[in-house]
């Protein structure tokens, strides 16, 4: 019987809902004892203070590790390892690690670092979970779009034309043993027909399709897959080792804009959403203070789609400052958002 300590790997697109699968099967591990580590594109972490202020038992603060600014594929050996191997030196260790990749990320890279001697006779991925955003799977938001291509083409000659969306799409579904089907409550049966359609065209391993709503899986499901994915690398292709090319961040970038005190949630969204459609933002996510309201105001936004809620009251001494994270393709212009959104 092995004793290593099995570890499942999220993956998948900004704002698919890795957080809220994260959550849910947190609040329902049954006194398992988890360790988090959540990697964010940027500087800014959103994604790891959410999970914290849910308090949830069974994963303290000092069981979640934030690893920002950096793609945690491209950063194994100065971030990941190091982590890793701090949570395995504890005096009493997680019973499982869950890792939360960022959306920009690659699987394939973290799950080869498990071969690392360091790593790899006391940990094992139990299974990689890819969850997918259903409406903007079927929307064919990761799909490339020929005619914007040729469009492209007509006007310059020299740009890269491949979809870096469509790319990472691909990467994320077809390094997975399971894959969610999330926000299944926002598609009816045409769009979901159409959401498992897009991922199947791109699928080229054996995955099993879960719908969900609000990342909402059993933990019994997600947790005890025993797939070894670490011994099964060659099972699960990656375009750009079939392309013979580097992983580029450059496709993506990401910034903040500090925001003052707002008198309503909808003094921000008024602007947000046009600003959204005019800058094709791929992912809004931050915190707000809101006049009169004792509670942090979480922001959370994927294309159009925008959501808020509060989600923990300020803490005494806590800096009630508002922050807002902006990320899409590379070329974003930053001084006429930054100016679309002044409050």
């Given at each position: 019987?092995?004793?290593?300590?099995?570890?499942?790997?999220?993956?998948?697109?900004?704002?698919?809902?890795?957080t809220s699968l994260i959550q849910n099967l947190l609040k329902n591990a049954k006194g398992r004892r988890i360790a988090l580590i959540i990697n964010e594109f940027g500087e800014?972490?959103?994604?790891?203070?959410?999970?914290?202020?849910?308090?949830?038992?069974?994963?303290?603060?000092?069981?979640?590790?934030?690893?920002?600014?950096?793609?945690?594929?491209?950063?194994?050996?100065?971030?990941?390892?190091?982590?890793?191997?701090?949570?395995?030196?504890?005096?009493?260790?997680?019973?499982?690690?869950?890792?939360?990749?960022?959306?920009?990320?690659?699987?394939?890279?973290?799950?080869?670092?498990?071969?690392?001697?360091?790593?790899?006779?006391?940990?094992?991925?139990?299974?990689?979970?890819?969850?997918?955003?259903?409406?903007?799977?079927?929307?064919?938001?990761?799909?490339?779009?020929?005619?914007?291509?040729?469009?492209?083409?007509?006007?310059?000659?020299?740009?890269?034309?491949?979809?870096?969306?469509?790319?990472?799409?691909?990467?994320?579904?077809?390094?997975?043993?399971?894959?969610?089907?999330?926000?299944?409550?926002?598609?009816?049966?045409?769009?979901?027909?159409?959401?498992?359609?897009?991922?199947?065209?791109?699928?080229?391993?054996?995955?099993?399709?879960?719908?969900?709503?609000?990342?909402?899986?059993?933990?019994?499901?997600?947790?005890?897959?025993?797939?070894?994915?670490?011994?099964?690398?060659?099972?699960?292709?990656?375009?750009?080792?079939?392309?013979?090319?580097?992983?580029?961040?450059?496709?993506?970038?990401?910034?903040?804009?500090?925001?003052?005190?707002?008198?309503?949630?909808?003094?921000?969204?008024?602007?947000?959403?046009?600003?959204?459609?005019?800058?094709?933002?791929?992912?809004?996510?931050?915190?707000?203070?809101?006049?009169?309201?004792?509670?942090?105001?979480?922001?959370?936004?994927?294309?159009?789609?925008?959501?808020?809620?509060?989600?923990?009251?300020?803490?005494?001494?806590?800096?009630?400052?508002?922050?807002?994270?902006?990320?899409?393709?590379?070329?974003?212009?930053?001084?006429?958002?930054?100016?679309?959104?002044?409050?």
């Open positions: 019987m092995s004793t290593k300590i099995p570890a499942t790997v999220v993956t998948g697109f900004l704002g698919a809902g890795k800014t972490g959103v994604d790891g203070e959410i999970v914290k202020a849910c308090k949830i038992e069974g994963c303290p603060e000092e069981n979640i590790v934030e690893l920002a600014n950096g793609c945690i594929c491209c950063t194994v050996a100065d971030d990941f390892l190091p982590t890793m191997q701090i949570l395995l030196n504890r005096p009493q260790p997680p019973e499982h690690i869950v890792i939360e990749t960022s959306g920009l990320a690659l699987p394939k890279p973290l799950v080869r670092a498990f071969n690392w001697p360091e790593v790899r006779t006391r940990v094992t991925v139990d299974g990689v979970v890819a969850v997918v955003d259903g409406p903007a799977a079927a929307a064919g938001r990761f799909a490339d779009n020929p005619d914007a291509v040729d469009q492209q083409r007509a006007a310059d000659d020299n740009l890269d034309h491949d979809s870096p969306l469509a790319e990472l799409f691909e990467d994320q579904i077809n390094c997975a043993d399971l894959i969610v089907l999330n926000k299944s409550d926002l598609m009816d049966d045409t769009a979901r027909q159409a959401a498992e359609a897009a991922i199947n065209k791109e699928l080229q391993r054996r995955a099993k399709i879960l719908p969900a709503s609000f990342g909402a899986i059993d933990p019994a499901i997600l947790l005890g897959i025993g797939a070894g994915a670490e011994d099964d690398l060659d099972s699960r292709p990656s375009h750009h080792e079939l392309e013979g090319e580097d992983h580029d961040h450059d496709d993506f970038e990401s910034f903040h804009l500090d925001l003052p005190q707002l008198t309503s949630p909808d003094q921000l969204l008024q602007k947000l959403l046009p600003t959204i459609e005019r800058h094709d933002i791929l992912r809004v996510k931050g915190f707000l203070n809101v006049a009169g309201k004792e509670m942090r105001l979480v922001l959370q936004g994927v294309g159009s789609r925008v959501q808020h809620y509060y989600d923990r009251a300020w803490e005494a001494g806590e800096a009630r400052n508002g922050r807002l994270v902006v990320i899409g393709l590379k070329g974003l212009d930053r001084d006429s958002i930054a100016r679309a959104l002044a409050l």
